[in-house]
């Protein structure tokens, strides 16, 4: 983003030039311009986010735009039921479920390890009408959810633990750890996800988790172990890769 068009932002949020002037000092000490003006544009929506709290990326809108396509292909009986884990900010989700309500009802539930996250979230979340909870993984889900999920979409933290260091200030020194560092080789919670997945996915549901090209083959190599059939799809020019994974059909 080009120093006027955040200026611009920075003037539209603030209420008295006094305000502006701490807003613009903030932006200046390093705080990413979302935690300063309080929002984050993605999918074309609002998503509120404050201090401390992952920032949604541009390139997970590719992840929304696969998971909207798998659940238009999924054709439930019911509802479309969504489930955003590893949630953040709800962004992910709360952009698939507003996509989906266009043209049909949409049970959203979404889920996070994060208290920061959890308290954006919650008001991203009702927006759409959805049910936020905090926990560790599955763990925080309820259990009735179990066997009915259509689309369990992630956006798990990838960044391998020596890596951290390498990313930009904004990230690194402005949004939790927990929201970035994806273990020796990034893929941690992705296996953790990818092995319990069968149990939450309705028999056409499918797991669709963001990744990059490098540690694609490992997160499918992940998601086949737990017994799913999957694919990759990846677009250049957002940088952006997802591997999904449905249950495999039996006989």
Same mark, same amino acid.
């Given at each position: 983003? %080009? ?7 920075? =003037? ?29 544009? %993605? ?10 709290? %992952? ?5 997970? !809108? %590719?992840?929304?735009?696969?998971? =909207? ?22 962004? &992910? ?19 996070? *390890? ?10 991203? &979340? ?5 049910? &936020? +909870?905090?926990?560790?993984? +599955? ?18 933290? +990838?960044?391998?633990?020596?890596? *951290?260091? /390498?990313? #930009?200030? !904004? ?5 939790? /750890? ?19 997945? #069968? ?9 669709? *988790? !963001? ?20 694919? &990759?799809?990846?677009?250049? !020019? ?5 591997? =999904?994974?449905? *249950?495999?059909?039996?006989?």
């Amino acid at each position: 983003m %080009f120093a006027e068009d955040e200026a611009d932002l920075l =003037i539209a949020a603030a209420a008295t030039r006094d305000q502006l002037d701490d807003m613009v000092q903030r932006r200046a000490s390093g705080l990413p311009l979302e935690h300063v003006v309080g929002w984050a544009e %993605f999918c074309g929506l609002r998503i509120a986010v404050g201090p401390g709290v %992952f920032v949604p990326r541009r390139r997970s !809108e %590719f992840l929304v735009g696969q998971a =909207i396509a798998a659940a238009r292909d999924s054709a439930p009986s019911g509802p479309w039921l969504v489930v955003d884990l590893c949630c953040g900010s709800g962004a &992910v989700g709360v952009a698939v479920a507003a996509s989906l309500s266009t043209i049909g009802p949409v049970e959203l539930h979404a889920a996070d *390890i994060d208290p920061a996250a959890m308290q954006c979230a919650r008001a991203n &979340v009702a927006a759409v009408g959805g049910t &936020v +909870y905090q926990g560790d993984l +599955y763990d925080a889900l309820p259990p009735g959810l179990a066997g009915r999920v259509g689309v369990l979409v992630v956006n798990a933290p +990838y960044v391998p633990t020596g890596e *951290i260091a /390498l990313m #930009p200030p !904004e990230a690194r020194l402005h949004e939790p /750890l927990v929201a970035l560092d994806g273990g020796p080789d990034g893929v941690m919670l992705h296996r953790r996800i990818a092995a319990a997945a #069968p149990d939450w996915l309705a028999p056409a549901g499918c797991l669709l *988790i !963001e990744t990059s090209e490098r540690q694609a083959p490992q997160t499918v190599a992940a998601m086949t172990a737990a017994g799913l059939t999957t694919v &990759v799809s990846a677009d250049e !020019e957002m940088d952006a890769t997802v591997v =999904i994974g449905t *249950i495999r059909a039996v006989g």
